[in-house]
């Protein structure tokens, strides 16, 4: 029955989410805002919905290492499956990056790690981590006029419902975002419920929970953004999002999250865990200095590290 409930939040979570980016991305053209400030503000911020209204909700509810399990897992998830998965459509290149956007990912990566082992998440740190995410937010913002963007390249296919927003941005488009927010609430409430009981019937510890069955979940919007734009042909997009994903994830979703409860966690029960998104991080950033062909020899490769991963967090738990 729990696995039912499971399974009902996650799609709740996921159809919200994907609802209020369609909603969102129809208003921007409506109103002729940018291919890219709809890319990085809408959609970057998009695919982190899940992580957010699940992460909020356990916090709440004070399974803490739930949340951390959940953003821990799904920055690896992003890393290893994101990747793996896009490359599966068509081997790629690694995109050109701006260096700046590649060390301010693994700097607030390491700056993450380091925190949750040598301190605990006080809503200082969350307070810092929301100050720094709108630095960046600025900073990204503030390149958007140098950057033209290309509507034809990025077509959405038009539904019913994305029409009749870009006629009624305001009296349907504006409901039908906040619906989404109700929906991926009421999801994100019945995933975490569920996802505690059944750590508790197995004996098994929330933060692997988390970092498994909750994160690869919640990273759905992500693997099918990377699937979709390597259809396209855009591992530009697939390397933005899952960097801008694992931003939002660790800035804003960890941010927010402190205002909600106390944050304590076991530290014996996510050590291993940040060690593992450490040597994810630094995969990702040399794989980007080095500009690695990605064919799919590694996308196997990279899916059987991360499963291997899985296999040793439930090893090691039964």
Same mark, same amino acid.
């Given at each position: 029955?729990?696995?039912?409930?499971?399974?009902?939040?996650?799609?709740?979570?996921?159809?919200?989410?994907?609802?209020?980016?369609?909603?969102?991305?129809?208003?921007?053209?409506?109103?002729?805002?940018?291919?890219?400030?709809?890319?990085?503000?809408?959609?970057?911020?998009?695919?982190?919905?899940?992580?957010?209204?699940?992460?909020?909700?356990?916090?709440?509810?004070?399974?803490?290492?739930?949340?951390?399990?959940?953003?821990?897992?799904?920055?690896?998830?992003?890393?290893?499956?994101?990747?793996?998965?896009?490359?599966?459509?068509?081997?790629?290149?690694?995109?050109?990056?701006?260096?700046?956007?590649?060390?301010?990912?693994?700097?607030?990566?390491?700056?993450?790690?380091?925190?949750?082992?040598?301190?605990?998440?006080?809503?200082?740190?969350?307070?810092?981590?929301?100050?720094?995410?709108?630095?960046?937010?600025?900073?990204?913002?503030?390149?958007?006029?140098?950057?033209?963007?290309?509507?034809?390249?990025?077509?959405?296919?038009?539904?019913?419902?994305?029409?009749? /927003?870009?006629? @009624?941005? &305001?009296? #349907?488009? =504006?409901?039908? $975002?906040?619906? !989404? %927010?109700?929906?991926?609430?009421? +999801?994100?409430?019945?995933?975490?419920?569920?996802?505690?009981?059944?750590?508790?019937?197995?004996? /098994?510890?929330? @933060?692997? &929970?988390? #970092?498994? =069955?909750?994160? $690869?979940?919640? !990273? %759905?919007?992500?693997?099918?953004? +990377?699937?979709?734009?390597?259809?396209?042909?855009?591992?530009?997009?697939?390397?933005?999002?899952? /960097?801008?994903?694992?931003?939002?994830?660790?800035?804003?979703?960890?941010?927010?999250?402190? %205002?909600?409860?106390?944050?304590?966690?076991?530290?014996?029960?996510?050590?291993?865990?940040?060690?593992?998104?450490?040597?994810?991080?630094?995969?990702?950033?040399?794989?980007?200095?080095?500009?690695?062909?990605?064919?799919?020899?590694?996308?196997?490769?990279?899916?059987?590290?991360?499963?291997?991963?899985?296999?040793?967090?439930?090893?090691?738990?039964?």
């Amino acid at each position: 029955m729990f696995f039912l409930e499971l399974f009902f939040g996650l799609v709740l979570v996921l159809w919200g989410a994907d609802l209020l980016i369609n909603s969102a991305i129809s208003i921007g053209r409506k109103f002729n805002l940018s291919e890219i400030f709809i890319g990085i503000i809408v959609i970057g911020f998009g695919t982190s919905l899940c992580e957010l209204f699940v992460s909020i909700e356990a916090v709440i509810k004070g399974a803490t290492e739930l949340t951390l399990g959940n953003i821990i897992g799904s920055n690896i998830a992003n890393i290893l499956l994101v990747l793996g998965i896009s490359s599966f459509v068509k081997a790629y290149k690694f995109p050109k990056i701006n260096a700046f956007d590649n060390i301010i990912h693994l700097v607030v990566t390491i700056f993450f790690i380091l925190i949750c082992i040598n301190s605990y998440l006080s809503k200082m740190w969350g307070i810092i981590f929301i100050s720094f995410f709108l630095i960046y937010l600025s900073i990204l913002l503030k390149n958007l006029n140098s950057v033209q963007s290309n509507d034809d390249d990025n077509k959405e296919k038009n539904t019913w419902l994305n029409n009749r /927003i870009l006629t @009624s941005p &305001i009296l #349907l488009g =504006v409901p039908v $975002i906040f619906f !989404s %927010f109700v929906v991926t609430m009421i +999801g994100a409430d019945i995933t975490v419920l569920s996802a505690i009981e059944i750590s508790k019937f197995f004996g /098994i510890s929330e @933060s692997v &929970i988390g #970092l498994t =069955v909750i994160a $690869i979940g919640t !990273s %759905f919007p992500e693997m099918a953004a +990377g699937y979709a734009a390597m259809k396209k042909n855009r591992p530009n997009l697939v390397i933005g999002n899952i /960097i801008g994903s694992n931003l939002y994830n660790i800035l804003l979703i960890i941010g927010i999250s402190t %205002f909600f409860n106390n944050f304590k966690y076991n530290l014996t029960n996510i050590f291993n865990d940040l060690i593992f998104l450490l040597f994810c991080i630094s995969i990702f950033f040399f794989m980007a200095i080095f500009r690695v062909i990605i064919n799919k020899q590694i996308s196997l490769s990279l899916i059987l590290v991360y499963f291997s991963y899985i296999y040793f967090l439930y090893n090691s738990n039964f």
